[in-house]
Each structure stands twice: as C-alpha cells, then as structure tokens.
C-alpha cells in the first residue's frame, strides 16, 4: 500500500472513548446509545462495501477493519505512524533529521487516556513536574520537556492554542511531540520543543463508535464518534464527549466536561478539498491545589524555635485544603476553515482559517508553611496546627485569529529531486485579563493541616481594579528544501522569519509589595503599570543532513536555532526589571546539535530510533553581583540520549516504549535549584516508559506499561525545612481487552497496578506537591459499528 501523504486520507480510527458533561448531558448521550445504535446498526448493515458506489467501496471496507469488528484485520492496533500530518515534514518520520515522536490514538485510547496530560506519558521525560511558585498554583497542561517549561507550546493542527487548561482528546487522532528547537517549524516556542495535537476528520465511509467507562474515584465517561458520507464526495463527523469525575485518591476535586465536535468536509477523493471544523468545551472543574509536603522525605522544621517540627508525620495524601468556593470554569471554541487543492504536476496548496477564543475563571485556595503561616498552638498535638491559606485567582481570556497558506511541490535539477515546503503565516493573539483578590484585610481562613475542611462560609472576594490586554500581531514566511542526491543522501534545510508587533497595556493598584509607585495618590488606586509597544524580527533556522546505509535505515545529523522574544509564548509582558518578559531585554536563543539513526524492521512494522542532543539555551536574564542590575548573561544547556522503539514485533505483539536522559545545567549564571547545585529544576535525568499488549489466542489482548521517572530538584526561592527534591520512582500499569461479540468489547486498565506511593510534582518553594495516582480502575465498554 502506498504511503498515506494527506489529511484526505486520514485513517478511519473509530475509538470509543467519551467523557460526561453535566447530569443532564450525560443522560442525553446516554439516550442516543440506547435508542439511537439500533438504527445506526441498520445503516452501517446497509453501506456495506457491496452496497456502495464503486468510488467509496474501498473506503467503507477499510472502516470497517476496525480491531474487533473484521476477522481479515490484524488482532491488535498499530502504534506505529509513519508520517507527520504536518505537511511542513515531507518525508516519512524514517527520513526526518530530528526527533519526532508521533503518538496514535490507537495507543492513547487503548491506555484510556482522556488527556493531553495523560497522552505525553508516552514520551520520555514530558510531564507535569511543576506545581507554581510560592503560593500560587498551576492548572492545566503545565508541560516541562527537557529542562524547560512547554506549556505555551501547544499547538491543534499546526495553530497555536492558548490558554492554561486541561486539553481534552476526544476529538484527536494523534498527538506529535518534536523535541529540539521548533521555530522554524511554528515560530516562537520554548527552547526544546513544541507538541502539536491532530483533530479527527470526516471521511468517504459510515462508522460509529460509542464508549462508556466507569472507575475508580467515581469516574464516569462517554464518547461518541459518528461519521456519515453524505454524498458521493462529503462526509459529516461528529465528536461528543461528556464526564463527570473525581480523582482517585483525591477528597472533592473534580473533572468535569463535556463537548462536541462537528466536522464536514466536501470534494473527498477529488483534487480540491473543503474541511469546515467546529469544536466547543465547557469545563466545571474543582481544582487541585495540591498537599503539604510536612512529613515527606526531606522535610525539616521551617523554624529552629520548632526542631520538633521535623518529626512531624505526614499527611494523609488525600487531603483536600482549598474551599467550597474553588472553581475551574473554562469555556473553549474553535472554528476551522481548510481548503486543500491538488494540482496536476503533484504540487499541493493548502489554506487553513482559524478563530479560537478560550476563556477562564478560577479560583484555587492554596496553601503555605513557612515559619509565620504554620501556627503550633499544641506543638504535641499536630490535630491543632494551622496553615495559612492564599487564594489565587485566573480571570482571562485568550483569542486567536490566523491565515496559514501552505504550498508543496517537488522540483527535479539534474541530478538532485527538491521537496519543497513553503508558507505564509497571518495571526493575531489577544490577551485580556481581570485582576481579582481577596478584599478586606486581604487574608484567608486558616486550613488544619491534618484535618482540612473546606466549609469556611462567605468568603470576601473580588475586582481589584487592575486589568490588562494584549494584542500581537506576527506576519511569518517559511520555506524547507528537502534535496535528495541520489538514494542514500539527503539535505534538509528550513528558514522562517516571523516580524512581530505587541501592543501591552496593564493597570495595577500601586503600592504594595510589587505594585507600582503611588506618587501622591492614596495606596491602592490602579495606576499604569505598563504601557508599551514591542516589535521585532525572529529568524529561526535549521540544517539537517542523512544518509540512508539502506532502504529502512538512516543517519543525521541536525543542528538549528529558534528565538523566544519577551514574553514567551503568549507575549504577556511585565515591568519588573527581573523577568525575562520585560520588553526592554532581548529574545532567548536556543541552539541545538542532534545525532541519530532510525531504522523500520520487522517488515516495516517497527521504528527503532536513537538520537544524541544538546541544547544550549542563551539571553538568560542574571543579576549583576555588583551593581545588581538584571542582565541577559545567564546560559543554560541540556543534553542526553533518547531511545524509541514503536509499532509489532509480531501481528499479536504490539510495543511503544522510549527512553531518555537529561543532563540540565546551568553553565553560567546563579543557581537555580534550591541544593545549589547547577542543575535545572523540575527535569528528571532519566526516564523511561513503554506499553504493549499481546493478543492471546481466544481473543482476550492483555499488557500493561511501566513508567520510570528520576528524581526532581526543586527551584530556588530560599523556602526553609521543605524538601529540596522529590524521590525517583517506578509505577505500573496494566489493561485487558475482550470482544463480547463482533461490535462490542470490554477494557480494564488498571493503573498504578503496586499502588506505589509517589510525588509526581512539586512546587518551587516546596511547600506543596501533587501525589501520584494510587491503584486505579477504569472500566470501558466500547461499541463499533
């Protein structure tokens, strides 16, 4: 079979895997499978491959080889991808000079991921790590990916997406994890990488598939994913997703979404294609603000008139120390126009529209121990210690809007073939924000540190006054050459200007800790804290060269640069002199080397890859130890080994597994971690993981994985008797699959199989950590027709 080379052709992955949105959400959906899969049994009966028009017969057959439905298909799912989706990577992933790791759903799906958070398990050394600095918290999808925080590198079909929320993934296909500098690949983004999430789309075939999951921590889940040709070259898609749950191990936070996803797309297997998109997601989420770390490994007394303190035993990990009044509320829309067009000579133009806005209120009591907040009325009776409790509070909304015209062609100059890749980029991003607190004397009630309760009564909360908008505009133009010299050697090269203009303007009450000067006025009135117009140009670049020893191996080597301006990812801008988002200092720089071989074995059936990298990050802001003004001197480097190995070692044995190394450092510049060592915070130095299932002869698959993380430093922030790092650990997970018959199967994972006990992230004080999930159970049944 041909390689699959577009969106158009995008496989008919029909998992069955759905949340919940409200009660009544719920109870619709599950109406529809009730009432509506007997109907929808009746048409797929009726489209069959001998039913169809000869122009989509080959597609409805190759819908229907779903793992439990065709006996003619292969008894497990591949995990293996060959190719980007990213029209930007020519080549298959065997021929691409950097590591590109591209995760299917056929994988995510089958561990009964429901996040991006959960999906990123499956890369090495990606994860959650950080819990915020000081008394405040970090939600959603805080990603760190070798040494660096990733959150704001964040992509759905090659667009940005902003916003500090849980990612959802009922309506994704597969998620691309590139690591290394991706600047020249999307423009401004964290030093080591960008991930980039690919939605489902509607093909030429009539499939359903429905799920229904039930676990551990009162998890409840259902998905629908509908698709109907309806013509002879237009389908109609439609996602739903709706949950209503807890967390396991965790007294009163919550998950809880629904959405929807409707997709149509015109002229299916015909030169000139139309894909209209639409996606919404509500979230009514109790937040997680974490546990103390009193009594972890570590833990010391935060005041020597308390030695007694650094006995003290350790919380229970379930503990819940926001309020009644905590919230997470998150509303996100995205609408999608692409047209692709084919032409003749094997060129190909594509135009992608896009306009999202994502909108966020929360309200996250969190907590803090230092020596005055943690109060010892009874030093003998821990029953009688308090903490002081610090709201933090999100008032936000962000809005994207942007034009992406992408064109491919080859081109043949004698002796060398030229795959060309070039675009132009229209976007602007806007940021607005309300500043709230809480009002009064600005304090909160006290949480008992071993008996919290979250019924404090009215709490006394609001608008400070203070507010800020942002709005930037990048104009960017790209082009990659892809320059074969024969069948063994290639050359890659890629260039992207992007000219950026931020317009940033925040009002503040002055006075305070870090308000702005008051002048005359009294303390408390908003004032101007920042008003300026930044501008600049951010040329990114990246050379690749390989040779192929063989037709299924290569060599490369890859080296690139990317540029991150003031602001990062989302170009909100501060006036102090100390962040690296003040508009008075320079981007960072981040220049990457990488060595590597890939090798498709097995038939084809299995990528092996291994890389060697480093990264060395510059424009670091220091400050002077003389005259103590904040400069950009600081250098920063990361640099390891990564191993990968994805897709069958037989037709019953399906493998995903990778590992890495990560030496993070800084190599010139104040220490960072609070040992006072030269190591990057919140970045294990090895990780492992890997997943596979075997399909046993009477048609049960069991597996399982196992994830290994090393040790964590936590930052700097000159905290006291808190744990400086967290523990390495090992946790495992285990799934068994059954067909109850030909459109119906049964899945049990079980994670964290040991029930290990483990801190899966803390934060830069220390004072707070998120403990790892305890044995869980998920139950799913999946229907497909």
Sequence with gaps: MAAIKSRKHVRPRFTADAPRPT?????????????????????????TPEHANPDTAAAIAQAKKLPSVSVKASPLPGYLVDKSASDKYTQPLLDTTQTLQVISSDLFNQQGATTLTDVLRNSPGVG??????????????AIYMRGFDSSGSIFVDGVRDLGAISRDVFNIDQVEVLKGPAGTDNGRTAPTGAIDMITKQPMAADATSASLSYGSGDRRRATIDWNRQTGEHSAFRLNLMGQRSGVPGRD???????????????????????????????????????????????????????????????????NFYGTTADHDDVRADMFTVRVEHDFAGGAALRNTTRWGRTKQDYLLSSFMSTASYLQTPDLSDPSTWTMRRLPNFRDQKNTIATNQTHLTWT??????????????????????????????????????VYDPSPY???????????????????????????????????????????????????????????????????????????????????????????????DNGSLYANIAVSQQPPGGDTLAL?????????????????????????????????????????????NQVEQDPVDLQYVQTGRKRVQGVELS?????????????????????????????????????????????????????????????????????????GAVGTPEFTRAYWVFDAVASY?????????????????????????????????????????TVNVRY
């Design 574 to 618: 501060s006036s102090r002199p100390n962040n690296a988002a003040n508009p008075d200092f320079d981007p960072q720089k981040a220049h990457t080397a990488e060595l590597g071989t890939k090798w498709n074995l097995v038939d084809d059936r299995l990528l092996l890859t291994a890389a060697v990298y480093r990264t060395v990050v510059t």
């Design 411 to 448: 081109l043949n100059t004698g002796a060398i073939e030229h795959d060309f890749s070039a675009g132009i980029e229209l976007t602007r991003e806007e940021l607005s924000t309300v500043a709230r607190a809480a009002l009064g004397d600005g304090s909160w009630p006290a949480v008992s």
């Design 23 to 47: 009660s009544h959400g719920l109870s619709c959906m599950l109406g529809a499978l009730a009432f509506g899969l007997p109907a929808v049994a009746l048409s797929a009966h009726a489209a």
């Design 645 to 717: 190995a994805v897709g069958k070692l037989t037709e019953n044995w399906a493998l995903s597994a990778g590992y890495t190394t990560m030496d993070a450092t800084v190599t010139r510049g104040d220490a960072v971690a609070n040992d006072g060592s030269d190591d990057l915070a919140y970045t294990p130095t090895r990780a492992f993981t890997a997943w596979t299932t075997y399909h046993l002869p009477f048609d049960l698959t069991i597996g399982g994985g196992a994830r290994y993380n090393g040790a964590l430093k936590r930052g700097h922030d």
């Design 128 to 141: 959650t790590f950080y819990v915020g600095e000081n008394g405040s918290t970090e939600t959603g999808d």
């Design 252 to 318: 009163r936070v919550e998950n809880d979404r629904w959405g929807f996803a409707p997709s149509l797309a015109f002229g299916l297997d015909t030169p000139t294609r139309v894909y209209i998109d639409y996606l919404h997601v509500k979230q009514n989420n109790v937040p997680d603000g974490g546990v103390s770390t009193i009594g972890l490994p570590g833990y010391s007394s935060p005041d020597p008139a308390r030695p007694q303190l650094a006995d003290a035993p350790a919380v229970d990990p379930s």
């Design 456 to 550: 404090v009564g009215a709490l006394n909360y609001g608008e400070t006054g203070g507010w800020s908008k942002g709005r930037t505009d990048t104009v960017s133009a790209y082009l990659f050459d892809t320059m074969k010299f024969g069948p063994r050697w290639q050359l890659n090269l890629g260039a992207r200007l992007d000219h950026y203009t931020t317009d940033f303007h925040s009002v503040a009450p002055c006075g305070g800790r870090r308000g702005p000067d008051c002048g005359s006025l009294a303390e408390g009135t908003p004032v101007t804290d920042l008003d300026t117009r930044l501008q600049g140009n951010l040329p990114n670049w990246k050379v690749g060269l390989l040779y192929k020893p063989t």
């Design 739 to 779: 067909p109850v018959s030909r459109h119906v199967d049964l899945r049990l994972n079980v994670d964290n199989l040991f029930d290990k006990r483990y801190v899966a992230a803390i934060n830069k004080s220390g004072y707070r950590y998120t403990p790892g999930t305890p044995r869980a159970a998920m139950l």
